[in-house]
């Protein structure tokens, strides 16, 4: 059964739609949007191999005019250079102002087509049809898009809000397993901010979840997507509550950016492992039971998630990477810290001490 849930930000609103299939069925919710019947769709190479033919054959069965655009798959693509060669190409298929994209993908596809839909003539609209579990659940949703640069991850963007969401749970059975269990840790992340209650049903679910059931998958993304659109909505700018979106991120995108932005380490990887330090800095600061703790860290570790341990990360490295996170203020660090599960907050007063021990502890583990 179709599940709907609404991004509510006044005239830019727009519908998350979930369904088993809905790919082969996408010109009924994408159609009504256009203003001609024409679109382009933008994927990579292995979305293209797998899920690509059916959005085709539903856009033809339809009348829908199409061009495809397909990039090489992974981070790299989200770089300057593929921007320019996207960007060229839209310009010389005469994509108007009044035309619509189409992001089909995972979060690389949907950040950088979304940020060539925010420059593109000035701005053109854009839908997200996103492949991956880590896209389904976060970074289709919310309008944050952009590109790395030899800073950084993510320093170059703009916020540009899709018209529509469409997430088809069947397009995350042609994945690598490894990709489940990485988005699985934002969908964990919606539990630790600020519902115990999820954390739970995760407790008791999760493992059946990454093994393949739909039915789960399709209510933890249902959830997922429900916790983020209230925290868009109320927050789209990140001048405040959004930022609990990036529990465990400070950490992650540290140990990230330490091993060089590889697939030896997933976002979602690192984001898993950054979710027990961040766990495990709360408790030293006395801020957090320890049993909460207990349960994050068995819970990755009963869900397959990877260990900081089994990497050789230099601490030093890493508190100089989280220096040059892009949340710093003031020459502050903010990191989401919790008094327990379900319950995180902003907090600028974490002693580097405090973090550097944390880490050193973890990485002795
Ligand atoms: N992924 C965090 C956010 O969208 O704010």
């Known amino acids: 059964m179709m599940q709907k ?6 005239n830019r609103s727009y519908d998350i739609l979930i369904d088993e299939n809905i790919i082969d069925n996408a010109a009924d919710y994408i159609v009504p949007l256009l203003k001609r019947a024409k679109t382009v769709i933008i994927t990579d190479e292995n979305v293209a ?17 199409y061009d ?4 090489p798959a992974g981070e790299a693509t989200k770089s300057f250079e593929q921007l320019e060669e996207l960007l060229d190409k839209l310009l010389s298929l005469r994509l108007e102002r009044t035309d619509m994209i189409i992001a089909f993908g995972g979060g690389v596809i949907g950040d950088l087509v979304g940020f060539a839909a925010s420059i593109y003539l000035r701005g053109i609209d854009f839908i997200q049809i996103p492949t991956t579990l880590l896209a389904q659940v976060d970074s289709s949703v919310g309008g944050k898009t952009g590109i790395n640069s030899r800073h950084g991850k993510n320093l170059i963007g703009a916020f540009h809000q899709p018209r529509l969401v469409l997430i088809d749970v069947t397009t995350l059975e042609t994945l690598d397993p490894r990709h489940i269990i990485a988005g699985y840790a934002e969908i964990v ?13 995760l407790e008791q679910n999760g493992e059946a979840l990454i093994e393949g059931d739909r039915n789960l998958r399709s ?4 959830k997922s997507c429900a916790a983020k659109a209230t925290v868009v909505a109320d927050d789209e700018r990140e001048t405040g509550a959004r930022a609990l979106l990036n529990l465990g991120h400070t950490f992650g995108h540290a140990l990230e950016a330490e091993n060089g932005y590889n697939d030896t380490l997933f976002h979602g990887e690192a984001v898993a492992m950054g979710i027990i330090l961040a766990f495990k800095l709360s408790a030293k600061t006395g801020l957090c ?24 990360f230099n601490v030093e490295n890493l508190l100089n990477h989280m220096k040059g996170d892009k949340k710093m203020s003031g020459g502050k660090l903010t990191f989401v810290v919790a008094s327990g599960i379900g319950k995180s907050f902003l907090s600028k007063n974490v002693n580097m ?3 550097r021990s944390v880490l050193e502890g973890a990485l002795k583990e």
């Open 5 to 10: 849930t609404t991004v509510d930000l006044g």
């Open 68 to 71: 495809t655009i397909i990039l």
């Open 189 to 201: 992340k919606y539990g630790l901010i600020n519902d115990d209650a999820f954390f739970a049903w």
């Open 353 to 355: 001490d405090d973090v």
């Open 49 to 65: 191999r797998h899920q690509l033919s059916r959005l085709e054959h539903n856009f033809s069965e339809n009348n829908l005019e």
């Open 219 to 222: 209510q933890a993304i249902r």
């Open 289 to 312: 039971p320890h049993d909460d703790v207990d349960r994050v860290v068995k819970h990755f570790q009963k869900t397959s998630a990877k260990q900081i341990s089994s990497f050789n």
